[in-house]
């Protein structure tokens, strides 16, 4: 009677010890977009929100605030590196849940979580040793542009790099716990292996894969120090990927010792900041609820 009495009292304290904790962690993302926001305040009484997104001007010495460059330039980058990453991703996914040897695909599954912990300046640093003269010398003039290296398309190839653990674990993930029985049954009927990850697995592992693709969206997004490095960091509309540009954080980064001293310049860069927030922490919503509600439709169809 005792023992279970300890038990119970036990499992009441483990539960309100993890409320507290989700208590806590909600508290402190709901303090931190209510710092960010009351921090935006200054320059949102001054410019209304429309100049400061759609506006090309940025002179913080002038009073001109406009982050349409950083805007375009980080959706830009962000959709083409997804565009590289996500076909080489699922690609590489099938191969490992599919085809690759059970001997391998753990060692290289651990390579692929081990690459995900990789600092992104270190992704940077490798990327200006071998993708700045790779896109200076080889990808320029075979489109015939002259371009130093340091451009957009260079920052979407090593943001794409960054992507592929995201995508691929997830991918990997999602087809792994699927049923034996039902490759089976597929199988049974005469279809090729082919046939099977087209006609069913893709379906059936959908909604990871697609929360997956969001989630690397996320990720890529708001990564500062790997683009910064590579992408010229210009403030200007983006006129062709072999162009340099700006991203949202790599503005934060590039402003960030005068932002101390100048109250206004401070508020638009911490506006940044409450912009690059909302916008992950909606993507990996929408991620959520779009696996949830694929997940609930394919199961009834």
Same mark, same amino acid.
């Given at each position: 009677?005792?023992?279970?009495?300890?038990?119970?009292?036990?499992?009441?304290?483990?539960? !309100? #010890?993890?409320?507290?904790?989700?208590? %806590? /962690?909600?508290?402190? $993302?709901? *303090?931190?977009?209510?710092? @960010?926001?009351?921090?935006?305040?200054?320059?949102?009484?001054?410019?209304?929100?429309?100049?400061?997104?759609?506006?090309?001007?940025?002179?913080?010495?002038?009073?001109?605030?406009?982050?349409?460059?950083?805007?375009?330039?980080?959706?830009?980058?962000?959709?083409?590196?997804?565009?590289?990453?996500?076909?080489?991703?699922?690609?590489?996914?099938? !191969? #490992?849940?599919?085809?690759?040897?059970? %001997? /391998?695909?753990?060692? $290289?599954? *651990?390579?692929?979580?081990? @690459?995900?912990?990789?600092?992104?300046?270190?992704?940077?640093?490798?990327?200006?040793?071998?993708?700045?003269?790779?896109?200076?010398?080889?990808?320029?003039?075979?489109?015939?542009?002259?371009?130093?290296?340091?451009?957009?398309?260079?920052?979407?190839?090593?943001?794409?790099?960054?992507?592929?653990?995201?995508?691929?674990?997830?991918?990997?993930?999602?087809?792994?716990?699927?049923?034996?029985?039902?490759?089976?049954?597929?199988?049974?009927?005469?279809?090729?292996?082919?046939?099977?990850?087209?006609?069913?697995?893709?379906?059936?592992?959908?909604?990871?894969?697609?929360?997956?693709?969001?989630?690397?969206?996320?990720?890529?997004?708001?990564?500062?120090?790997?683009?910064?490095?590579?992408?010229?960091?210009?403030?200007?509309?983006?006129?062709?990927?072999?162009?340099?540009?700006?991203?949202?954080?790599?503005?934060?980064?590039?402003?960030?010792?005068?932002?101390?001293?100048?109250?206004?310049?401070?508020?638009?860069?911490?506006?940044?900041?409450?912009?690059?927030?909302?916008?992950?922490?909606?993507?990996?919503?929408?991620?959520?609820?779009?696996?949830?509600?694929?997940?609930?439709?394919?199961?009834?169809?």
């Amino acid at each position: 009677m005792k023992q279970q009495k300890a038990r119970s009292n036990l499992d009441k304290t483990i539960k !309100y #010890i993890m409320v507290i904790i989700i208590l %806590a /962690v909600f508290i402190f $993302f709901a *303090a931190l977009f209510i710092m @960010l926001l009351q921090r935006s305040q200054l320059i949102l009484s001054r410019y209304p929100v429309w100049e400061l997104l759609f506006s090309s001007e940025w002179d913080p010495n002038k009073g001109l605030y406009g982050f349409l460059p950083a805007v375009t330039g980080t959706f830009f980058v962000t959709v083409f590196s997804l565009m590289i990453a996500v076909p080489i991703s699922i690609l590489s996914a099938v !191969y #490992i849940s599919e085809y690759m040897p059970s %001997a /391998v695909k753990s060692y $290289f599954q *651990a390579f692929i979580d081990v @690459l995900a912990g990789v600092p992104s300046v270190v992704f940077g640093l490798c990327a200006l040793l071998v993708l700045v003269p790779f896109t200076r010398d080889v990808m320029g003039p075979l489109f015939g542009v002259n371009t130093t290296g340091m451009c957009v398309f260079t920052a979407a190839l090593v943001l794409a790099a960054m992507v592929f653990p995201v995508i691929i674990s997830l991918t990997v993930e999602s087809l792994s716990i699927l049923p034996i029985g039902l490759r089976e049954q597929f199988l049974s009927l005469g279809a090729t292996k082919w046939q099977l990850i087209e006609t069913v697995l893709f379906r059936a592992a959908g909604p990871g894969i697609i929360s997956g693709i969001i989630l690397g969206f996320g990720r890529a997004f708001g990564e500062t120090m790997a683009v910064v490095m590579v992408i010229g960091n210009k403030n200007i509309l983006i006129p062709s990927v072999f162009s340099p540009g700006q991203t949202l954080p790599g503005l934060i980064v590039g402003s960030f010792s005068e932002m101390m001293s100048v109250p206004e310049h401070q508020s638009a860069l911490i506006f940044v900041s409450l912009i690059l927030f909302i916008i992950v922490l909606f993507f990996n919503i929408l991620a959520n609820i779009i696996k949830n509600k694929l997940k609930s439709r394919w199961r009834y169809e």
